[in-house]
């Protein structure tokens, strides 16, 4: 399910091209399938590569970001405690680790919200992922920078994805 959905991920997100890659050294972005039994081993010593971490949540997401971009993402999801579960991690946390990370329980329309009973991306979230990936949108540009684009940019996305 995990490369099926990440070779769905150029249909959802205009200018976005993941690649598989043979090693976990040349990934930028790592998932890690885990039960639960290891998801707060995973994280303390491969993700946060510190023992004392707070692990908390049923998955997670950490980036590395500079002001030139994301320069590593670990996702981290839990198999076996249900379909639903796996499938709303699954999407939640890989779409979060490609540059929306905050959770924001307000988003009643997104899987961006913890509390959200989505399972799906939802048509807000392709939204903000297409604004973010739209090629007008400088990497790390301030928000002053990128004011004078977005109605433009929201525009544009609104109609290729439709709505």
Not at 2 to 7: E, G, L, N
Not at 14 to 43: C, E, K
Not at 119 to 142: K, M, W
Request: aromatic share 4%.
């Amino acid at each position: 399910p995990v490369h099926k959905f990440i070779s769905q991920l150029p249909n959802l997100v205009d200018n976005l091209r993941p690649q598989l890659v043979g090693s976990v050294r040349s990934a930028n972005f790592v998932v890690h399938l885990v039960s639960r039994a290891q998801y707060s081993d995973t994280i303390r010593r491969i993700v946060m590569r510190d023992p004392q971490a707070r692990v908390r949540g049923k998955c997670m997401v950490r980036s590395i970001y500079t002001r030139e971009g994301i320069s590593r993402s670990d996702a981290v999801i839990v198999v076996d405690e249900g379909e639903a579960l796996f499938q709303r991690c699954m999407i939640e946390e890989i779409l979060q680790g490609l540059g929306p990370l905050n959770d924001d329980p307000s988003l009643s329309q997104s899987m961006f919200n913890d509390t959200s009973p989505h399972i799906e991306i939802q048509r807000f979230d392709r939204v903000i992922l297409n604004v973010l990936y739209d090629s007008r949108i400088p990497v790390g540009a301030s928000a002053r920078t990128v004011a004078p684009l977005l109605p433009e940019v929201v525009r544009d996305v609104r109609q290729r994805i439709g709505g």
